[in-house]
């Protein structure tokens, strides 16, 4: 009875002092709630000889250890900043490399190609000597795709800001083109309604359309070769729009597999735990 007393009076003292404790985070609160009952548990054991005799004191230290070492996992907003994290740096990067000059046009992924039209009639015309006027028509799309490419980050990062936790979770356990899914749901709409316009006056900067058009003049020249008919700004749109995904695809991928990719904490924190 004196031993029931006595426990009863420590374990009010114990929850007086637990009472008076505002814990402001529920990771916190979980691990007073596990030390507690690691230390009552082990309270137990030794006053009232539960354990059966073939373990000492250490082995049940190294039991409490384990629990007070286990992973407890990611808060939800842990998830959701470290996924945000790695999609601001991921679709700035991926922006960043395809705006350069020959962005697209030197990269063998997402160098935009001359148009079915064009190609059906590209032997004839070299034959022709218009080659030059091909090359020129095909690089000055590239040109009008890499000039338009920095517009998309800010319709990316405003899609970041409306992530929530089921987005993070599903992107994190998702495949490695996740995130790339995920704003292509997202921004896809959206980015032909801007890009097309900017991709529009680009070609007109850089001489796509003046070059479209003498092409296609020299095309009707040549027999058996049809004159051109497709929306060019729409065809450079889209194609430009492939290319920046297939990019953004690659940074995430890199942000998954590569640690030395992952620049800050939160990141490092969240992928080593997936």
């Known amino acids: 009875m004196r031993l029931k007393i006595l426990f009863s009076e420590h374990h009010d003292d114990f929850g007086g002092v637990a009472g008076q404790i505002r814990p402001i985070r529920r990771k916190a609160v979980d691990m007073k709630n596990r030390i507690y009952l690691v230390a009552g548990s082990i309270f137990f054991l030794l006053v009232f000889n539960l354990y059966d005799g073939h373990a000492g004191f250490q082995d049940i230290l190294n039991d409490a250890k384990k629990i007070f070492s286990s992973d407890e996992g990611l808060s939800e907003s842990e998830i959701t900043e470290g996924l945000k994290e790695a999609l601001e740096i991921g679709t700035a990067e991926a922006v960043q490399v395809v705006s350069k000059v020959n962005g697209y046009y030197k990269n063998p992924d997402i160098r935009i190609p001359l148009p079915d039209d064009v190609q059906k009639a590209e032997k004839y015309m070299r034959m022709a000597g218009f080659g030059d006027k091909v090359d020129e028509f095909e690089r000055s799309m590239n040109r009008a795709a890499e000039q338009a490419a920095p517009q998309a980050k800010s ?67 040549i027999p058996f070769v049809d004159s051109f008919s497709f929306d060019l700004d729409q065809y450079v749109t889209d194609k430009a729009l492939n290319g920046l995904f297939v990019m953004l695809a690659a940074e995430e991928k890199k942000i998954r597999e590569d640690p030395a990719a992952r620049v800050t904490d939160l990141l490092k924190k969240v992928f080593a735990e997936k």
């Open 155 to 221: 319709i990316f990062w405003d899609a970041i800001t409306q992530m929530t936790f089921d987005d993070a979770r599903d992107i994190l356990n998702g495949p490695d083109n996740s995130a790339t899914l995920y704003f292509e749901n997202k921004t896809s709409a959206q980015l032909g309604e801007v890009f097309k316009p900017i991709v529009g006056q680009s070609m007109e900067q850089v001489g796509v359309t003046n070059t479209y058009k003498d092409l296609n003049k020299k095309a009707r020249t």
